[in-house]
């Protein structure tokens, strides 16, 4: 199979369409909804005056994240998580990558003695729901943060730099960036990259599904990431009304 | 404590705002967002092509419910229940009765051997969370019995009548309609009625958290609901395109 | 099916025996065993010299009601929950309203720092076995508490008020009151009403599980349990030796 | 500390008082409550018309065993293990043990593809429910099976031999037979036995808890099982009307 | 069936061939793998400086075991435990026994309030596992106090007196020593028994599978037993360089 | 801090000490211990005539994985997860990544309607654990495959290519290949590359803990890893006999 051109039409680098809604719940201290074309995802930011055991009296905050997905935000309806009693190994492995990607955007040793959790639940999955969780939960935090400044409990965001994620892969032998459920779902390879915003990597996290693929595709695919990155970034720096 | 006025400024007798939004996300046959003031559910109806093991081969449908909420739905942050493995007596409480609410607003034998998943996901919670998800998942479960319709499937959507629910609860003293969460978490009584378009019961919850209550407040309870009730299924047809 | 008479040839309004056994087992603070018709369970009262956290440093004391079915209790053998690993919903919905009904009926302000703990063991089920474990815990509670006025932990049981708790429903369309295990299965209508001594509702639990019922029904239910749980208060204060 | 008398005044050779009532509880083919002292047990004896997996199409029968504890059966309240979510270590040892010793007394091959269920639940613990159960059950089973010979399913009851159990132990330095709940709870060895009719072992468990103990003592301990065991199976046998 | 010889021509009083290497893993206090025949154990004892909550501040210590098969130790392959989310009743009864067995070598008094772990994993399976883990166990107990004896934490090995275990059975009607899988799979009767140094019982757990067994044959297991465990004891002493 | 040298002495490119010891237990299909400098893990192969319910009549065969450590392969002792009851997020992971490596490594659709389960379970951690049991793992398959082959089952083999596994990271600001457990807890950056025998990847999976890192040091990781897994592979076709 070889390619002719992406089932939406889009241009190999091009973005899906990004809609960031801030606010969209009200009790939460950060509360966004990110669209990513199809792929829908609440974010939100919740603060707790505490840490967890581990950090008991270090004067240091800490970061941790769940993710879940409607049963029916999907294709065909999934088995709620709660009621089979517990959390898929994917569902583990998603909320681990996102909690360890936004601990790695603030600085925890500023932020005091509190705990911020990020709760990412995907009400409408069409590919890519991890990456939107965290490019949203990313500035569902900054929100989080900036209550905080405003209350006069911190002095400033504890930023360290700003995060974003995409996908990459390679879709009828072609390399292309952020790929829809139709692309993932028939793709060779599928590559999660998370990124600074000056382009340094956090987290890669690359799978062959079909072919494995040597280091000329591996090359292409990170310059696509990191090109995908940087308009998200651009995107969460709008949103939240900061000067790029 | 003796009443003067509602938190809310509303009568006595006066519902919340209710929005009814359909074909809220794209992959479920029903799929509605219910607004009642500032509680916020998603209720979803899913298809499947089975039923379970009690029934199989009877030659009829079934009909089955389950609730969440999302952890920062609420004012201070809940503990996810598929990370904690189990789901509170609560929230089987909850989903066990939206079941037998809308079991008893579908003639199931004319469903064929089918089952309606329903689930209602709690985006923001404001009190009546559990009333606001039997109304709205009757919607939603109208919605995906026409799709049956439209396809061929079925002749008619099997409905029996229309069904609603609304709470109502005594609050400084007073018998009030459709509590939120501010009468709901000082309220003596709170009592969750759900009943037929016809005004016939089908369900009937009530607790007096604080004093106890007479028979004429009962019955000046019961004369309120079947007031919000009928409101409430004049919205649900309004939103289907239905003649009243 | 038009109504003739009851299977078991009862008056409408008339209750099965009651037979209320205190100091049934030897260990606990109150242990009754209360028979109604063929369904007899075992309530047990255990003090406990501590409260849950959420109460701790308050002062005050509190309740709480554990439920549970010999595995051959039954007409058919059911799983037993512990080798399960889980409480049905069916079993939790029943214990927290055991709990409910009875913390209504004690001042927990004046209990100290305690906890009681109500413990209902269904040994042979003939049909309402909730509302039966409901009028023996009051038995079994009070009993707990005399045992703390005897050694002089208490000055005094802190009774609210006495209560008890009755099926009633729509057999065969006739209402009637306290349905045996034949009658709650071809039953419409099934409902557990709580009340204290003085006719006041604590609870009210309906589900038309056939045709949904009108107000006419309705009212004449709530006066066919008004009816019994003054029966039953009766018994439970002669069990007791109180005066009525 | 060296041995005076027993807590009791009982010899050391002396079951306590024994009970057995057939016919229970209602439901179940064959119900029996055991009374050693003040040790009660409920053993029901159920009948399902199906084996598990692993013997299916093999043309024999299969028996198994549960056992649990009331909550406040003991002298503090224990947790429910339904509640808890698991059964303990203890319970498990226990219900394998009471499924062992049975599996002993009958010819499983002559009972057709059927599993007995036997379900001891102590209501009253006063030590030695384990030993209790087995000797109850005993007659529960043979109750179940006799249902069957009556209704013409079977031929007969096909009973390889009786099966009784009981405790020994050494309790201040003596050998003695049966130990209640203080003798248990201050003994240095705790040994059960479980035998047949004619005197042959089917189990020994036994355990020094205290000071480690010799063979002489294992033989005086074996002697005054099989003493126990003789006079248990007689009160078996008179219960059920046979013939010693 | 009656006995010709052997499966493995050993004589009906011989052990296997067993192998101790102490040392075996780094990062443990005592660690050895025992070999008997070809069933391997590794058994680790690992000290913390804590107790469980039932002794804190009593000034003594604990010890507990726990026990495991790698999922393909045995012929064919075993679900693992950690996947399916329990240990089975089997586990738990062997790890029971490991920990009381041990319990009763060492003098937990002199111990301080430090709690030693022992871990008993099975990698290859060939019948008497749970006795060749309380053998091994001993050894890696005994290392691992010595570690704090010799960095001066304690003033001795807290030893009360050495511990082995073996299995006897009835194999084809032959009482036989220490029965291999193919035996243990064919036995009627399988006995496992616990004792000191100088042939002091702590543990007798003996079933009898097949036919019942008398007391002439329980003697003879008893004699077998005996000479097995005098035989490992030497062994353990050899590994340790402790003269017999 | 800057580099100096590696604890271990090792050059920047170089792998720990490499042991592949087959037939390491006599049960599973194929058994390997693999032993990467003091990291230790036996890895098993299993054959399943059988395939999951999803594959059911497909005609192809299917592979997986688990992963385990034993309590005490750690530094401090790590609870047991069977005890736990649940296997944590990072077991999950793991255990997911060796099974999509394998199952890249073999051609699935030529192995029949067979599973392959792999057991990769840790005696001695030290850093690399989950690279050394896909290395391992490769080892125990292709040799469970054989016996299939021998056998007559299959005609060949039904391998795609070799695939190995190997950690790279940044430790003082230097990439390294190969980390141990001193260089895995000190360092910023961990990634876990897995390729084929030609130089392909399989899976990427990299974390930067401490600094994120930019494209220059991604390429050397790269270009360590394939040196790495080139040098592994020829260890897996020697120990198994191949030509390379």
């Given at each position: 199979m070889?390619?002719?051109?992406?089932?939406?039409g889009?241009?190999?680098?091009?973005?899906?369409?990004?809609?960031?809604?801030?606010?969209?719940?009200k009790h939460?201290?950060?509360?966004?909804?990110?669209?990513?074309?199809?792929t829908k995802?609440?974010?939100?930011a919740?603060?707790?005056?505490?840490?967890?055991?581990?950090?008991?009296?270090?004067?240091?905050?800490?970061?941790?994240?769940?993710?879940?997905?409607?049963?029916?935000?999907?294709?065909?309806?999934?088995?709620?998580?709660?009621?089979?009693?517990?959390?898929?190994?994917?569902?583990?492995?998603?909320?681990?990558?996102?909690?360890?990607?936004?601990?790695?955007?603030?600085d925890?040793?500023?932020?005091?003695?509190?705990?911020?959790?990020?709760d990412?639940?995907v009400?409408?999955?069409?590919?890519?729901t991890?990456?939107?969780?965290?490019?949203?939960?990313?500035?569902?935090a900054?929100d989080?943060?900036?209550?905080?400044?405003?209350?006069?409990?911190?002095?400033?965001?504890?930023?360290?730099h700003?995060?974003a994620?995409?996908?990459?892969?390679?879709?009828?032998?072609?390399?292309?960036?952020?790929?829809d459920?139709?692309?993932?779902?028939?793709?060779d390879?599928?590559?999660?990259?998370?990124?600074?915003?000056?382009g340094h990597?956090?987290?890669?996290?690359?799978?062959a599904e079909g072919?494995?693929?040597?280091?000329?595709?591996?090359?292409?695919?990170?310059?696509?990431?990191?090109?995908?990155?940087?308009?998200?970034?651009?995107?969460?720096?709008?949103?939240?009304?900061?000067?790029?």
């Open positions: 070889s390619f002719e051109s992406r089932p939406s889009r241009a190999v680098d091009a973005l899906r369409a990004v809609r960031l809604t801030r606010n969209y719940t939460a201290e950060g509360s966004v909804l990110i669209e990513c074309g199809d995802v609440i974010c939100t919740s603060i707790e005056e505490k840490v967890p055991g581990f950090l008991k009296g270090k004067g240091q905050g800490w970061l941790t994240a769940e993710y879940g997905m409607l049963p029916r935000s999907t294709h065909s309806r999934m088995d709620r998580e709660a009621a089979k009693g517990k959390q898929s190994g994917r569902t583990q492995e998603i909320q681990r990558l996102i909690g360890r990607s936004l601990r790695a955007a603030f925890l040793e500023a932020f005091g003695e509190r705990t911020l959790h990020l990412c639940d009400i409408q999955a069409d590919g890519g991890r990456t939107a969780s965290i490019t949203g939960a990313m500035v569902a900054y989080a943060f900036g209550k905080l400044v405003a209350s006069g409990a911190l002095a400033a965001v504890p930023l360290r700003f995060v994620a995409i996908s990459v892969g390679v879709y009828q032998g072609m390399p292309v960036l952020d790929l459920y139709v692309e993932d779902s028939g793709c390879t599928d590559m999660n990259i998370i990124m600074t915003e000056s990597f956090i987290e890669v996290q690359g799978t072919a494995a693929f040597d280091r000329a595709v591996m090359n292409r695919l990170l310059d696509l990431a990191d090109g995908g990155i940087r308009d998200l970034v651009k995107l969460q720096k709008q949103a939240l009304g900061l000067a790029e």
